[in-house]
């Protein structure tokens, strides 16, 4: 069983920054991806961004590019979510996923972690 720990999220004003982190508790890993989530309230879980291990290859939805940058640890199995330029509507519960053979199923998830930008 992978558990995925997330850390770095809570109240900023709008403009400002935070810097998300994951990681997955899985000894071995290859060929896989971890990305960030979120839900805000009565919304659907959205996707926010996502980095594939072997090449380093990113992907980000529309709505953070530029102003979101996900990153990984060379080493062990962590990424980052460094946000920038908040927005109230960025508002929501942000969740940590792996997806073990990069096939964007995103096999397991974290417990979530809130982050709250005040306009």
């Known amino acids: 069983q992978v558990q995925l720990v997330e850390s770095g999220g809570g109240l900023v004003q709008a403009g400002g920054s935070l810097r998300l982190s994951c990681t997955a508790s899985a000894r071995t890993l290859s060929n896989y991806a971890l990305g960030w989530f979120r839900q805000a309230p009565g919304k659907e879980r959205q996707f926010v961004a996502a980095?594939?291990?072997?090449?380093?290859?990113?992907f980000y939805a529309d709505s953070v590019k530029g102003r979101f940058t996900i990153s990984r640890d060379s080493v062990k199995p962590t990424v980052y979510l460094q946000m920038s330029s908040l927005l109230p509507e960025d508002t929501a519960v942000y969740y940590c996923?792996?997806?073990?053979?990069?096939?964007?199923?995103?096999?397991?998830w974290g417990q979530g972690t809130q982050v709250t930008v005040s306009s």
């Open positions: 980095i594939t291990w072997n090449f380093g290859n990113t």
């Open positions: 996923a792996l997806d073990l053979v990069a096939d964007a199923v995103w096999d397991y």
